[in-house]
């Protein structure tokens, strides 16, 4: 394993090989190997590319599952507040506090849509995880993209006047 991989892959060994693995006698019992290794697929650049490391291509812990939907969830709300942020410069060059106004508004929005998002993928995983279902990582991208698109069309309405 390359060594910028092993900075952002943690990996966890669990279960034992009972009966065998201490005594040293070398004897296991039923011969079977009882050593399983979950890997756990942290990756940034895992992530981007949709790729999960390991023989079944799921995200099967909740840690997965919350890491992959909420860095979706921060990239495409990194793109619209960029993206945004662009044109309100743009728009707002002749003001005399232009650039402050909307550093600040940037900055808010996207500390809210982040806060937000940490909340919504933990619910997200929470429930996966309650119903015992691994998540696939293309799902992870709608769940992710999803989040920040229902943020962006909230926003954009009237429901929050009407509260």
């Known amino acids: 394993m390359s060594s910028s991989r092993a900075t952002y892959s943690h990996l966890t060994k669990r279960g034992a090989n009972p ?3 201490g005594g040293g006698n070398g004897s296991s019992g039923s011969g079977r190997n009882m050593n399983r290794d ?3 697929n942290l990756s940034v650049q895992q992530v981007l590319s949709l790729w999960v ?3 079944v291509p799921r995200l099967q812990h909740f840690t997965e599952m919350w890491y992959w939907v909420f860095l979706w969830c921060l990239f495409s709300s990194l793109f619209v507040h960029g993206a945004l942020g662009l044109l309100m410069l743009v728009m707002l060059q002749r003001h005399r506090r232009g650039r402050l106004i909307t550093l600040v508004l940037i900055s808010v ?3 809210a849509s982040l806060t ?6 933990a619910a997200v995983a929470g429930v996966y995880r309650g119903a015992g279902k691994d998540m696939a990582p293309l ?3 709608v769940f992710g993209v999803g ?3 229902l943020t962006v069309l909230i926003s954009f ?7």
């Open 19 to 21: 009966g065998g693995g």
């Open 147 to 149: 989040q920040t698109t």
């Open 116 to 121: 937000g998002g940490v909340i919504t993928s």
């Open 139 to 141: 799902e992870a991208l």
């Open 157 to 163: 309405s009237r429901i929050l006047a009407t509260l």
């Open 109 to 111: 929005g996207f500390l």
């Open 53 to 55: 490391q390991g023989t």
């Open 38 to 40: 979950y890997s756990i």
